[in-house]
């Protein structure tokens, strides 16, 4: 099969390569791989700035994939040969990833990909998802009529946590540039512009001084700092950027519970994966109920210019990016 080899971290450049599609042995799937979702995850890898996710050279990266099961493994269910599916299985520490033709998964990382997305957008899903759900549903237990505050509203996880909190009937509102009110608003979302209104004053505006709920930091830093004392009392606080050291008193006078969300944790250690396809398979559901859809950058990258794909998500990217695998796409 055709695929991208990285030899070395040292300038993270993919050599083109023909090499052998495993087998899947008890438990795995292997596909054919349509398209492969690019996320800021993906360029670290590459270039050797995520260390508790880099796999053991040369490998094959990619972490998000969706594609069409052409063999199945001893011991597993649920699958046939034929299904479209998706998934977040691979690219890191041991696991082959998607920017290859074929790749062999652990089907319990694995579901059926939405009947009514396509292949592009299918694997423009998985880890923003994945990141979603486990903040605002597993940690936070957003409810109906909750007030969330959605840190960073128009990225990549963002604006999958906004559909996803007015899917389950929260109150939504999301931080955001002045220039993409208008997508946050599209997507169900009041529209905050940061750079206008401190969080003092947004917390006072659309709380009446109390805090929000449930407040998803998808940025980190002084945004994380912010949104310690813009929770309510008894509230939740989840962040998937929490990589710096934070004072928590703010947070601690407001009782507030404070989650972390590592996603590519059940890939690393084995642990939960099964949970991640349940996941998928939930989010296939309102994906298909017209209720979670990416937005996918309308360029189309192949494996000929997947570096650009990559730069692509470091600057200019509208939201996800995406690489076609697939010649026929």
């Known amino acids: 099969m055709r695929a991208l080899i990285l030899d070395t971290y040292q300038n993270g450049r993919f050599r083109e390569a023909d090499i052998e599609s495993r087998s899947p042995g008890r438990g795995e799937l292997r596909i054919r791989v349509h398209a492969s979702g690019v996320n800021p995850v993906d360029g670290l890898i590459r270039t050797g700035l995520a260390p508790y996710a880099m796999p053991k050279l040369p490998a094959v990266l990619g972490t998000d994939a969706a594609g069409i099961v052409t063999d199945v493994g001893p011991g597993v269910e649920g699958f046939a040969v034929g299904d479209e599916v998706y998934g977040l299985a691979g690219g890191v520490r041991g696991l082959p990833g998607s920017l290859a033709e074929f790749m062999t998964v652990d089907a319990a990382l694995m579901a059926k990909k939405p009947v009514n997305l396509t292949m592009r957008e299918a694997a423009a899903l998985p880890l923003v998802a994945l990141t979603a759900w486990e903040g605002l549903v597993d940690r936070a237990h957003v409810q109906p009529g909750h007030k969330v505050l959605v840190q960073g509203g128009s990225g990549g996880v963002g604006h999958v946590v906004v559909q996803l909190a007015k899917a389950f009937g929260a109150d939504v509102y999301a931080t955001t540039q002045a220039h993409k009110q208008d997508l946050v608003r599209g997507l169900g979302a009041t529209p905050i512009d940061y750079t206008r209104m401190s969080a003092v004053q947004y917390v006072e505006k659309y709380t009446g001084g109390k805090g929000f709920d449930v407040i998803y ?16 009392h008894y509230g939740h606080i989840t962040s998937c950027a929490a990589f710096e050291s934070h004072n928590l008193l703010n947070s601690s006078l407001r009782c507030a519970v404070i989650s ?17 396809g349940a996941i998928l398979r939930e989010i296939a559901k309102l994906a298909d109920a017209g209720k979670i859809r990416p937005i996918v950058d309308p360029r189309r990258f192949t494996l000929d210019t997947a570096i650009a794909a990559h730069d692509a998500v470091r600057g200019s990217a509208n939201v996800k990016i995406v690489i076609d695998v697939a010649a026929e796409l």
């Open 217 to 232: 930091d998808t940025v980190g830093g002084s945004t994380l700092e912010a949104s310690l004392g813009a929770v309510r």
């Open 260 to 276: 972390a969300v590592y996603v590519l944790y059940p890939m690393l250690s084995g642990e939960r994966r099964a949970h991640h």
